[in-house]
């Protein structure tokens, strides 16, 4: 039978097992007929794009297909596995017919209700999204006790020549610790913004766009942050392929506007910066794996002094049959806290992360390393006592 390596995040493996039986499922891709690599993308109504490549190797090796469908954003888990189902049946017959599931193999065709119609359908939205979130949750004991709230409302408009989005959003998080019969310490952070952008597609390689925000932050000492940065983007690959490659330069400047709830370690109430930013990224999914890596640099035009570099990576890479490695991790080099608070903070301020303490960088990192090996054609399933 036809050996499949199934590489997709969002797949549930279980239901294919059972519900598409004509070939044999293998944990190994290099021992695989044909490697099904799927990649997804977030459409403009916030549903799924979901690109199916089945590449040939051994026997096969040069065939290769693309299948692309898409699923709503009011899709279940149960109806995007099902459409994936039917996407992956399709894209694997034609190499099924050389094996021993031919002969029970057959078509199946479901006929559309009423004559269908070439006329594009009118949206009566214009292609708008809109989503409500509201999320909430208080846990405590006798001695403490925490709360938080999280609102948000976002709109979007993607299409291919505009890209639209605003988002406006309000958190907060309350803590409370009894640490005798007389202490009790309480504490309280709260952050609220809206933001914007705007892109016109330019090319398939080009796009300019603007971004605006407003936000508050008791954590970071802005009463309140206002600012606007249009810029311009090039991705080196096609837009239409980022779902398997892109390598992106993208260029931003413009005012940012800042008045702080209490004075900062430069004696500022208020100010307005003139800020840059570059940024930098490539991202590949190939059937060797992932690779992820981005670079953000911004400065104060005005003082070059004062600016902040990051780089972050992820990777996950197959090396050989069953082994595969995977690393994570961010740097940032600061030299931007021009929100500082002028006071000293206190032992409370510190331990309940009640505000921005100074630093010059932050890090963090990971990795991981996974090995299996044993038997490679195992497509039983057996559900029991799986809760």
């Excluded at 099902?82 to 996407?87: E, G, H, I, L, Q």
């Excluded at 001695?143 to 907060?172: G, H, L, M, P």
């Excluded at 002094?305 to 090396?319: L, W």
Aim: hydrophobic fraction near 35%.
């Amino acid at each position: 039978m036809l050996r499949i390596f199934l590489d997709c995040n969002r797949c549930d493996e279980e239901y294919m097992r059972q519900n598409v039986g004509f070939v044999d499922y293998v944990r190994d891709r290099t021992v695989a007929d044909v490697h099904v690599l799927v990649t997804t993308e977030r459409t403009g109504s916030n549903g799924l794009r979901w690109v199916v490549k089945f590449i040939g190797q051994d026997r096969l090796k040069g065939e290769e297909r693309s299948l692309t469908f898409t699923t709503d954003q009011t899709a279940t888990e149960d109806d995007q596995r099902k459409a994936f189902a039917r996407v992956f049946r399709i894209g694997l017959v034609a190499a099924a017919m050389g094996t021993t599931a031919a002969p029970q193999l057959d078509v199946t065709w479901t006929k559309p209700a009423g004559a269908a119609s070439t006329a594009p359908k009118k949206d009566p939205w214009n292609y708008w999204v809109f989503s409500v979130n509201v999320n909430g949750n208080r846990n405590g004991e006798k001695s403490s006790a925490s709360t938080s709230s999280y609102f948000s409302v976002n709109a979007n408009r993607t299409t291919e020549a505009w890209k639209i989005r605003s988002s406006a959003y309000r958190n907060e998080n309350t803590n409370r610790f009894e640490i005798d019969d007389e202490t009790t310490v309480r504490s309280s952070t709260h952050s609220w913004g809206w933001d914007g952008l705007v892109v016109k597609s330019l090319s398939p390689h080009w796009s300019a766009g603007m971004t605006a925000s407003v936000s508050h932050s008791s954590f970071n000492n802005f009463e309140r942050s206002s600012s606007f940065t249009p810029g311009i983007e090039f991705n080196v690959f096609p837009y239409k392929d980022s779902a398997r490659r892109s390598l992106i330069v993208k260029y931003r400047a413009g005012p940012t506007r800042n008045r702080y709830t209490e004075p900062t370690v430069y004696d500022k109430t208020s100010e307005v910066v003139l800020k840059h930013f570059v940024q930098a990224g490539m991202s590949l999914k190939q059937p060797w794996g992932s690779l992820y890596i981005s670079s953000n640099f911004s400065q104060d035009m005005k003082r070059p002094e004062r600016y902040r570099e990051s780089i972050y990576g992820n990777t996950d890479v197959r090396i050989f049959k069953g082994f595969s490695v995977n690393f994570y991790g961010e740097y940032n080099k600061i030299a931007d806290q021009i929100s500082l608070k002028k006071d000293t903070a206190s032992e409370t301020d510190v331990l309940l992360r009640l505000r921005q303490l100074q630093t010059n960088y932050s890090y963090y990192m990971g990795f991981g390393v996974s090995y299996s090996f044993g038997s490679i054609f195992n497509s039983v399933v057996n559900p029991r006592f799986t809760f």
